[in-house]
């Protein structure tokens, strides 16, 4: 049986550095690493942004939450985030996805000023990563977050491995290939039309948000599996649904050396790096560096 890789020991891990770094932080410069996050509507993601603050004050940052009703017209929403691109005491601006659908995302979030941008989704920082700017970028997440397992089983260089990433989402799948690519792994990317997925992967990271689409035969034994996917799907005829991921779990689990458990345990690592992305932003306002390695 492979070795269960424990999503949520690495998030507690990761916030409670950045709760000393952030009193250290504080203490030599005044300065109090703040986040914002916008909500636009009800989503069943409101959990997550309630969740989000509740790790902000643990890790001692500002946080402020701006609930906004569904149908806000987009330009309502923009303003807010403007107003907070000005705000001194907010480092961090992250707006909940998915919007409204009468709402541009793409715009909302290219409004966000690439400095503030935590979630590492504007232009500016995707193409940061893509060109090894990292001194001065900010990454997704959720890729940000699997590194981080990731380097808990193989350590910082993938010299010599191969990764497959399935799933080519600007939030998961291509800054996963670029970030693996970073760390000198040979990368494949593959999605949801490919046929024949390569078996040679040493790590496997599915992203693809189809259930239970990797199978355990896909991939070779004592292979890392990072499986970022959370599925709803019916539970045969009671009416009832339940949880899986975008791999088999059961027998990849028997196949796989180390492998993420269902549902996602990503997830937890997702926030505790938004918190270290708004470290570091609150950081490089004080003019100082990086104080904690995160991501590459
Ligand atoms: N919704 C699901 N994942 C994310 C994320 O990483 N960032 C934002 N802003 N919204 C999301």
């Given amino acids: 049986m492979s070795k ?29 690493p703040g986040i914002a996050v916008i909500i636009v509507g009800q989503d069943p993601a409101s959990v997550y942004v309630a969740f989000k603050g509740k790790k902000a004050k643990g890790c001692g ?28 005491r907010i480092h961090g601006v992250l707006v909940q996805l998915p919007l409204p659908d009468h709402i541009d995302s793409s715009r909302i979030t290219q409004t966000i000023a ?38 808990h089983v193989h350590g910082r260089d993938l010299s010599g491995l191969n990764a497959l990433v399935v799933g080519r989402s600007n939030i998961v799948g291509k800054p996963m290939a670029n970030l693996l690519l970073r760390a000198n792994a040979t990368v494949t990317v593959a999605h949801s039309p490919t046929k024949n997925l ?43 649904s339940r949880l899986v991921g975008d791999v088999v779990y059961g027998e990849a689990a028997t196949r796989a050396g180390a492998i993420t458990p269902v549902p996602c345990d990503v997830g937890p690592m997702t926030i505790a790096l938004v918190m270290a992305n708004t470290f570091t932003a609150a950081s490089r306002d004080a003019g100082r560096g990086v104080a904690l390695e995160t991501c590459g």
Avoid: Y
């Fill in 114 to 151: 690439p400095e503030k941008d935590v979630d590492g989704f504007h232009f500016i920082n995707v193409g940061k990563l893509g060109t090894g700017e990292l001194d001065t970028a900010f990454v997704s997440c959720t890729p940000a977050g699997s590194m981080l397992l990731i380097e």
């Fill in 61 to 88: 940052f500002h946080s402020a939450e701006h609930a906004l009703p569904t149908q806000t017209p987009e330009k309502e929403v923009i303003a807010p985030v403007e107003k907070l691109n000005a705000d001194p």
């Fill in 198 to 240: 390569p078996r040679s992967a040493d790590i496997l990271v599915a992203a693809v948000r189809r259930p239970e689409m990797t199978k355990a035969d896909w991939i070779k034994p004592g292979v890392t599996v990072i499986d970022v996917g959370i599925n709803r799907i019916s539970d045969g005829s009671n009416g009832k």
């Fill in 4 to 32: 269960t890789i424990d999503g949520n020991e690495a998030a507690a891990d990761v916030l409670a550095k950045l709760k000393v770094a952030a009193e250290q932080l504080t203490a030599e410069t005044g300065v109090v």
